[in-house]
């Protein structure tokens, strides 16, 4: 499955141990991340994360994307409800795209505790059959998942 983190500042020191408790888990999986809570949970866990970029720059909106694409199977994303966010219409715009696309998400580390043991025990499963549907875009092209390397899709990165 493709997961990803993102944490508001105050809430990165919690998403870190979050990860580090279920580095084992998350090892079997996809992961994205914007920028700079992906460098830091990559600094202290041996997990390997594809990151966008930093939230304010944008990372919210590369997220969004991956998600317009349903591609996107689990967000966690520790928010500080506390403090006012620069970009905060691009934080309400990555959430209402998870409910338009009824992707599992969870704002807080009770609600990520849940889903990733639902991960675990295969509930995500029901994704697949989503992965294996993909409509046909308008370049008459199935949509593919982002090229992990190149961050780019890799049906792009296949006519460069
Ligand atoms: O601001 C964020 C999400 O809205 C997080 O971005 P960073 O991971 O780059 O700090």
């Known amino acids: 499955m493709k ?3 993102v944490a508001h500042d105050q809430k990165k020191e919690e998403l870190i141990n979050f990860t580090i408790a279920y580095q ?9 991340a914007t920028g700079t809570t992906g460098q830091l949970i ?11 970029k930093s939230g ?3 990372g919210d909106q590369q997220l969004g994307a991956l998600i317009a694409q349903n591609d996107l199977d689990l967000l966690l994303f520790f928010r500080d409800p506390l403090v006012a966010q620069p ?24 609600t990520a505790e849940l889903l990733v043991h639902a991960l ?15 409509p046909v875009n308008v370049t008459g ?7 992990k390397q190149r961050g780019v899709s890799s049906a792009a990165a296949e006519r460069q």
């Open 120 to 134: 675990e025990r295969g509930d995500f499963n029901w994704r697949d059959i989503i992965h294996n549907n993909r």
């Open 3 to 5: 997961v990803a983190f």
């Open 56 to 58: 304010p720059l944008g």
């Open 42 to 52: 990559m600094d202290q866990t041996t997990l390997d994360i594809f990151l966008f």
């Open 87 to 110: 970009h905060e219409p691009d934080i309400s715009a990555l959430l209402r795209l998870c409910d338009v696309y009824g992707i599992p998400v969870a704002t807080n580390m009770a």
């Open 141 to 147: 092209l199935k949509e593919r998942p982002v090229d």
């Open 24 to 32: 084992h888990l998350f090892h079997a999986h996809e992961l994205f």
